[in-house]
């Protein structure tokens, strides 16, 4: 099967700098993907590592490793706005993403 | 910026009845899913489409669920018979012609079954 684990709560002041991890099992590996949720909306793609290393969007960046079953996603420069759900999501073959149970990142002033 | 759309917005029905949630994906996507959110919980992957078929599917699509591309612009998913734990937010998603890298969700349907 496949399962996914990463923190349910984060809380961080803005201007902070904050790291989500997620350790995955899955049986046949597609990349990593990483989803925020504000409440009641729809999830927004972030960020996707097929291959080991750091991918970097705006203040946004994603890391991988593959041989721990293990990525993160950092966000740098906090702000308010940051307030969300962040999932890490893997990925099959047929385009299905299998998600985590998402992380509560809380961002105080 | 081409975007995801879904109708209704909410739904509620009675146990047992036959629900149809829409979804036009992005226009030159070529794989679609569904996906729901029981309240409070994670999303959960329904089912994946491509070329006019199931790719793949989730042991809770069962026989009650359906999908359908109707014309060249419609996504379907329908429900055949509702049950109280179907209650959740239905997203559909779409995705450019290499699978998966980046999803486009819409802004789903509440679904309640009283």
């Known amino acids: 099967g496949q399962s996914l684990e990463q923190p349910s709560e984060v809380t961080a002041v803005e201007g902070a700098i904050v790291q989500i991890n997620c350790t995955y099992q899955t049986s046949g590996f597609y990349g990593l993907s990483w989803y925020q949720q504000h409440d009641g909306g729809a999830p927004t793609f972030l960020s996707y590592?097929?291959?080991?290393g750091l991918e970097e969007t705006g203040r946004f960046s994603s890391f991988l490793s593959r041989s721990d079953s293990y990525g993160y996603l950092l966000l740098q420069e906090l702000q308010m706005k940051d307030s969300a759900s962040y999932f890490c999501a893997v990925g099959s073959n047929t385009g299905k993403l299998i998600f985590g149970q998402g992380t509560t990142l809380q961002v105080k002033p | 910026e081409p975007e995801v759309t879904q109708t209704p917005s909410h739904q509620v029905t009675q146990m047992g009845q036959e629900v149809i949630l829409r979804c036009v994906p992005i226009?030159?996507?070529?794989?679609f899913y569904w996906y729901r959110q029981i309240l409070g919980q994670k999303v959960e992957f329904l089912v994946s489409?491509?070329?006019?078929?199931?790719?793949?599917k989730s042991e809770i699509f069962d026989d009650q669920f359906s999908v359908e591309r109707p014309d060249g612009s419609n996504f379907t998913l329908k429900i055949r018979s509702t049950k109280l734990e179907d209650s959740a937010m239905y997203f559909c998603?779409?995705?450019?012609?290499?699978?998966?890298?980046?999803?486009?969700f819409g802004p789903g349907t509440r679904l309640l079954v009283l």
């Open positions: 226009s030159n996507h070529l794989y």
């Open positions: 590592n097929a291959l080991d």
């Open positions: 998603a779409s995705s450019e012609p290499r699978a998966g890298e980046t999803q486009y």
């Open positions: 489409f491509y070329n006019n078929e199931i790719s793949e």
